[in-house]
Every structure is written in C-alpha cells, then in structure tokens.
C-alpha cells in the first residue's frame, strides 16, 4: 500500500533528475570542438558564430510551443517525444554540414521545451517537497553543463580525434535517459490534466504588466553573458595560450564553481529586502570577472572564470525569482515567464553570434570582453528596476514560488 502511494514520487523524482541531466551537455560539449567542427565541416568563422547562436535562439522562439503541446498530448508524453527528438537530433546531427544545423535547430528548440515542461513534474507530482526537487532540477543543469565541457575533449581525444562521433556520443545518455522516462513516466499518472492553466488576463494585459520588461531585460542580459561564455570560452582562454583539453575543463569549472550559488541565491532572493542588493554584488562579480579574464594573467584565469560561475549562476537564480515574485498574479506567471524566458533567450541569442563575428573582424579577446560588460550594466538596471516592481504596493509580503 505504501509503495504504490510513493510510486508517483518516485517516478516524478527519476524523471525531474533525467530531463534536468539532459539540458546541458548538448550543447556545453559543442563548445570546446569549435575549431576542431569548423574544420572538419569546412565552416568560416561566422558559420560557427551562427552554429554557436542557435541552441538560444530557439530557446526564444520555441518557448511558446509548450502550452500547445501539452494540450496535443498530455505532459508525460510530451517529455517522452521531446526527448526523442532530442536524442535522434544529437546522433544525427554529425552525419553532414546540413544536419550539423538542423539537428542543432532541434537541439535547441526540444531543450527550450523541456525545460518550460519538467517543472510541471515538480509542481504536480512533488507539490509538499516543491522547494527540494527545484534546488535537485537546478543543480543537474550545472552537472549536465560541466560534464559536457569536461568530457567533451578526452572523448573526441579517445574516439581517435573523429570529431562526428565525438558529437553523435553524447546520443548514449540521452537515449538512457529517454528509457527512464518511457520506464516511469506512465506512472505519473498526470495526462492532459499536468498542462498549463488556461485563461487568465488578455494578452494586452500581461503585456503591460508591472515589471514584465525590467524582469525582461534582467533575463536577457545574465543569459546573453552565460551563452557568450558558454560558446566562446575555450576559444578565449586558448587564443590566451591555453592548452585545449584545459580549456574544456574551464568551462567545466564555469559550471561547477556556480552549483552552491544556484541553490543559495533564489533563496536569498525570496526576501525582498536582499533583491537589489544581491543584484548590484551580481552585477558588480560579473563585470570584474569579464575584466579579471580579458587582462589578468593567464594562471588567475580559473579564479576568474569561478567569479563568472557564482555570478552567472546567481543571476540565473534571481532572474527566475523575480518572474515569480514580479508575476501580477498565480494564473498569470505562466504567461509572464514565456515572454520574459522567451524575449530573453532571444536577446541571449545574439551574444555568442556577436563576439563571433567581432573576432572575425579582428577585435581582440581582451577588448569583446570588455564590451561585454555592457551586459553587466544591463543587469545592474533591468534588475534594480525589476526588483522594484517585485516589491510593489500591490505585492506586500513576498509570494510563495508556485513549486512550494
């Protein structure tokens, strides 16, 4: 009797931990092979610029696809078929110069999916220990990132340098991953009932909507700075003279460095008091670690690239909070969450394809990142601005996330 009462747990437990594994490593395994993918897919220098912003482009335009695939059918199989997808894209997408690019298409857009659907699981299926397994889906999206940049170097290494096999490798887990959720996810028991809530204000409404643009902003510019560095670290800390097996692994630490900060910040951030300031020390960490990598020597790098993680991963934690505490109301933080997610992604979008081409033109490293710190100052006011609006006269005591 026990048992089958804690089965829909269990089950939501596995598959919150499998799809938050599986996020990441698509594309953080991509980056530190750049140079190794522009040659064996003959790709100039702003192919891969193009290749490096389409995982977040989609992460934008994909996002409100989620509602409607839901509704189609139901939250337990469409995790099954996004997974799916994203599985055969990344074993497929090796096989040529066009399927590099659409697969990554798929990549990108099936990750974004995922990622707007399994906290539907936590808020469903785990609604008394709501706070635990979001801190659980966070925290494996820091593991699935490291694993990809640490992993991805010594793989291609031992695969006898094929860079496709390489990148159709990183197919193995996902397909694992793809039959723990086919395994569980029947167990939920969740079906169409598990999609978004529909109704709620016009689309005009939500539109103008308190602090929907500040929140906005503040999501766009911690996302554009996360996926620049995402894409282009390795290529910045080797062009430093770096050797490439470690530069993979700084990106690693990118990830790694940031883990406690993801966990903590959110929950710092649930006290309205502590918001602003928590984003000018946000602000203020990530604009000297830009500065710290761009002119400090090459051995204080990894103390940098950590600075980077615990701001990077910090503001990612305040930036979902502010969507929860900035949303006008319960049944209108779906919505506001896919236009500030979406906008922002979009905006993040441009990140990785800029500093791509700004190379290109012969800019050096040092002065990019410089002129990424503009990124920095965004966040410092979108995100005073957004924290403002979270702690509006309507708002009064800071509201629960809709997970707890």
Do not use: N
Not at 383 to 393: E, F, L
């Amino acid at each position: 009797m026990s048992r089958a009462k804690h089965a829909p747990g269990v089950a939501a437990g596995i598959l919150v931990i499998a799809v938050g594994l599986s996020v990441r490593f698509p594309i953080t395994s991509v980056s530190p092979l750049l140079a190794d993918i522009a040659q064996a897919y003959h790709l100039s220098a702003p192919g891969i610029s193009v290749l490096s912003a389409i995982p977040v482009l989609l992460f934008g335009l994909a996002s409100p696809l989620a509602p409607l695939l839901v509704s189609r059918l139901g939250l337990e199989r469409a995790i099954t078929v996004l997974l799916a997808a994203l599985a055969l894209a990344t074993l497929l997408r090796p096989l040529s110069t066009p399927t590099l690019f659409i697969g990554t298409i798929i990549v990108g857009a099936t990750i974004a999916l995922l990622g707007i659907l399994a906290p539907q699981i936590i808020r469903h299926a785990l609604p008394r220990r709501g706070g635990f397994w979001t801190g659980i889906y966070t925290t494996s999206f820091g593991v699935s990132a490291a694993a990809g940049a640490a992993i991805s170097v010594p793989l291609f290494h031992l695969l006898d340098d094929q860079v496709g096999a390489a990148l159709a490798a990183w197919g193995i887990p996902l397909l694992i991953a793809l039959g723990l959720v086919i395994g569980f996810a029947p167990r939920l028991g969740l079906g169409l009932s598990a999609g978004p809530q529909r109704g709620g204000a016009p689309a005009e409404s939500i539109l103008r909507a308190r602090g929907l643009w500040a929140v906005t902003g503040f999501f766009g510019c911690q996302a554009l700075i996360y996926f620049s560095l995402t894409a282009w670290l390795p290529t910045i800390a080797v062009d430093r003279g770096m050797e490439p097996g470690h530069a993979g692994l700084l990106l690693a630490w990118l990830s790694v460095a940031g883990l406690p900060a993801s966990l903590l910040a959110p929950t710092l951030a649930a006290r309205p008091r502590l918001r602003t300031g928590l984003i000018g020390g946000i602000a203020a960490l990530s604009a000297l670690g830009l500065i710290g990598l761009a002119f400090g020597p090459v051995p204080l790098a990894p103390l940098m690239v950590a600075v980077l993680g615990i701001a990077q991963s910090a503001a990612f934690g305040i930036a979902i909070a502010l969507i929860v505490f900035t949303a006008p109301s319960v049944a209108q933080t779906a919505s506001f969450s896919a236009i500030s997610q979406g906008v922002g992604y979009a905006v993040a979008a441009t990140g990785p394809l800029l500093l791509g081409l700004f190379a290109q033109a012969g800019i050096p490293w040092s002065v990019i990142l410089v002129m990424l710190t503009v990124a920095s100052l965004g966040e410092l006011c979108f995100g005073i601005a957004g924290s403002r609006a979270s702690q509006g006269p309507s708002r009064g005591a800071a509201p629960r996330p809709p997970s707890e």
